[in-house]
Each structure stands twice: as structure tokens, then as C-alpha cells.
């Protein structure tokens, strides 16, 4: 299978003063979202940013992948709370994605859940478009543990 | 130069096959968009997707690149249209990020098209988000001038 997802951004004016808008996305889901250089290294003011979005295709990537594992294991999740990090330094690019994921998983020890979160994050293709070039790590811990 | 954190949070209920997710970002302009596998894989159906939201990242980032590298040289753009398709594929029986496929239609007064093209080119080298996905992507770019004069 191969899946195609696309986004359409445009941009008016220079970098600094411009401002541009994520128009459309094929889904249709979301957007039109604003997006400006000051919101992207400044205080957000509401707006996203390809980081934030970045941080979204992790954690949602990571969540999925996590599912499959724990199902495949015979331990399906009842809820995962997923949250991605990610940091910019202007000037240098990524450096990190920092995943914490906490999981309500009948029948699991936090070991096997921490291994379990440890293979989605090597494994998710979002990590796989990452990994090599930017810090990738995952904190693991069970809700009711 | 400070460190710019951005953060997103999901919320997974179920398995993989039926299970169902939400994502949201905590600037709040995006909130709660709920996904699924088979959304993700097949039709969209309304729902967005990692790979859609990858696509929307690299897009946003190379069009900023791209106004900066322009404002540098002293082209600043009157526009510039992005498309961004994430593609995923399976690879050796494992899901990758295979290509990000880039597209610009600018409206730059005085510049002519080649010299729009490597500007393009190098804010494509530039962009973070295109060398961030570069690990198993390959990025490719196509570049049009409105009203371009050729070597103009």
C-alpha cells in the first residue's frame, strides 16, 4: 500500500514581516491555519507552527504504533495520553522529539509497557522520517501503576 | 539563538484496528482532530492523519525558508502557493515515510525563473523540516514562476 497525504500552504511578503497560512489539507480536518516567523520562534499567540505540527505526526504516529504493539501482544490498551515535544533551535534545525506517554493497559507491568513504547517510538514511520537526524526518546509509566 | 520548544498532545481509547485517536496542539489551533487506522491508510473521510500533518509541516517550513532565502537576495515575494504530499509506503515489510514531494508557484517581482528555481532549491536544502524527514524521505521539488520572463 502506499498513502498520499497532502497540505497547501501559501505565504505573503518577506519572511520577517509576511505571514502565511496553511490553507488547505486534503482531508479537510483542519485549516486554514495561520502561521508567521514571529509566532514560530516567539510566543505562539494561538497560531501553529511546523514544529507543533511535527510534534502532532509523532505523537499521533507513536500512539498508533503503540496500539498495534500492545495488541499484538494480547494486551490491548483501553487509553493512551501521548504527548510529543519538540525542539527547535533556530539557526541549527530539531535537535529533539521528546514522547511521554501514559497508558491505561489491562493485564501489563510498567516494564513490558516501557518496553512496548520503547519499539513504537524505533518503529512508528514518523520516527523513521526523524530518527538519524534529531534526538528521539520516550518516557513510558502505566495510569494506575 | 533561544530554544523553541512546540508541543502536541494525543489521546488513544482502544485497539489498533477499531481504536480511534484525537491530536491536538497546545498552541490551540489545532484541537482535538480525531484520527484512525483506517483513515490514515484508506479514504480520509474527513480525518486528518500523521502523514497529512507531516505534509502541513514540511510545506509550512519550506515556505518560510523560501520567503527568507528570497528576502535575502533581495526578491522578497508578493506569494507563494505550496502543495506538500507526504507519501508512506511499505518498504521490506515496514512502513516508511518514502517521499515528500514539494511544489511552489511564486509571484516574485524581479526575478527571473532560473534564479527562482535555485533559490528554491537552496531553501529546500535549508528548510528543517525536509532535512528532518530526509532519513527515509526523498525530498523533490518543482518550482513555477507566474509571469516569469526566461533569463530575464
Given at each position: 500500500?502506499?498513502?498520499?497525504?497532502?497540505a497547501?500552504v501559501?505565504?505573503?511578503?518577506?519572511?520577517?514581516g509576511g505571514a502565511?497560512?496553511i490553507e488547505?489539507?486534503?482531508?479537510?480536518?483542519?485549516a486554514?491555519?495561520?502561521v508567521?516567523?514571529?509566532?514560530?520562534?516567539e510566543?505562539?499567540?494561538?497560531?501553529t507552527?511546523?514544529?507543533e505540527?511535527i510534534?502532532?505526526a509523532?505523537a499521533s504516529?507513536?500512539?498508533m504504533?503503540?496500539a498495534?504493539?500492545l495488541a499484538?501482544a494480547?494486551t490491548p490498551?483501553?487509553?493512551l495520553?501521548?504527548?510529543?515535544t519538540?525542539?527547535?533551535v533556530p539557526?541549527?534545525?530539531i535537535t529533539?522529539?521528546?514522547?511521554e506517554?501514559?497508558?491505561?493497559?489491562p493485564?501489563?507491568?510498567e516494564?513490558?509497557f516501557r518496553e512496548?513504547?520503547?519499539q513504537?517510538k524505533?518503529?512508528?514511520?514518523?520516527s523513521g522520517?526523524?530518527k538519524?537526524?534529531v534526538e528521539l526518546e520516550v518516557?513510558?509509566r502505566l495510569a494506575?501503576a | 539563538?533561544p530554544?523553541?520548544?512546540?508541543?502536541?498532545?494525543v489521546?488513544?481509547?482502544g485497539?489498533?484496528a477499531?481504536?480511534?485517536?484525537a491530536i491536538s496542539?497546545?498552541?490551540?489551533?489545532?484541537?482535538?482532530?480525531?484520527?484512525?487506522?483506517?483513515t490514515r491508510?484508506a479514504?480520509p473521510?474527513g480525518k486528518?492523519?500523521?502523514?497529512?500533518?507531516v505534509a502541513?509541516a514540511?510545506?509550512g517550513?519550506?515556505t518560510m525558508?523560501?520567503?527568507?532565502e528570497?528576502?535575502?537576495?533581495e526578491?522578497?515575494?508578493?506569494?507563494?502557493?505550496v502543495s506538500?504530499?507526504c507519501?508512506?509506503?511499505e518498504?521490506?515489510g515496514?512502513?516508511l515515510v518514502?517521499?515528500v514531494?514539494?511544489g511552489?508557484?511564486?509571484?516574485?517581482?524581479?526575478?527571473?525563473?532560473?534564479t527562482f528555481?535555485?533559490?528554491?532549491?537552496?531553501?529546500?536544502?535549508?528548510?528543517?523540516?525536509?532535512?528532518?524527514?530526509?532519513a527515509?524521505?526523498?525530498?523533490r521539488?518543482?518550482?513555477?514562476?507566474e509571469?516569469?520572463?526566461?533569463?530575464?
Open positions: 500500500m502506499a498513502a498520499d497525504r497532502r497547501e501559501k505565504w505573503r511578503g518577506d519572511l520577517m502565511g497560512e488547505r489539507v486534503g482531508s479537510g480536518a483542519f486554514p491555519l495561520d508567521t516567523w514571529a509566532s514560530r520562534t510566543e505562539p499567540g494561538g497560531r507552527s511546523p514544529e505540527l510534534a502532532a509523532h504516529c507513536f500512539s504504533a503503540l498495534g504493539a499484538r494480547g490498551p483501553q487509553e495520553a501521548t504527548s510529543a519538540v525542539t527547535f539557526g541549527t534545525g529533539r522529539s521528546a514522547l506517554v501514559t497508558g491505561t493497559v493485564g501489563i507491568d516494564s513490558a512496548a513504547a520503547e513504537a524505533d518503529g512508528c514511520p514518523v522520517a526523524l538519524g537526524n518516557t513510558a494506575s | 539563538m530554544r523553541i520548544s512546540r508541543a502536541a498532545s489521546s488513544w481509547e485497539n489498533l477499531r481504536g480511534s485517536g496542539g497546545d498552541s490551540g489551533a489545532i484541537e482535538g482532530l480525531p484520527y484512525t487506522l483506517a491508510i479514504d473521510e486528518t492523519s500523521p502523514e497529512e500533518l502541513a514540511v510545506g517550513c519550506f525558508s523560501l520567503a527568507g528570497l528576502t535575502r537576495a526578491r522578497p515575494p508578493e506569494r507563494l502557493d506538500a504530499v507519501t508512506v509506503d518498504v521490506d515496514r512502513h518514502t517521499a514531494q514539494l511552489v508557484r511564486g509571484r516574485v517581482p524581479g526575478i527571473d525563473a532560473e528555481a535555485r533559490i528554491a532549491r537552496e531553501a529546500e536544502q535549508g528548510c528543517t523540516m525536509a532535512a528532518l524527514v530526509r527515509s524521505a526523498e525530498v521539488l518543482e518550482t513555477t514562476l509571469g516569469g520572463r526566461d533569463g530575464g
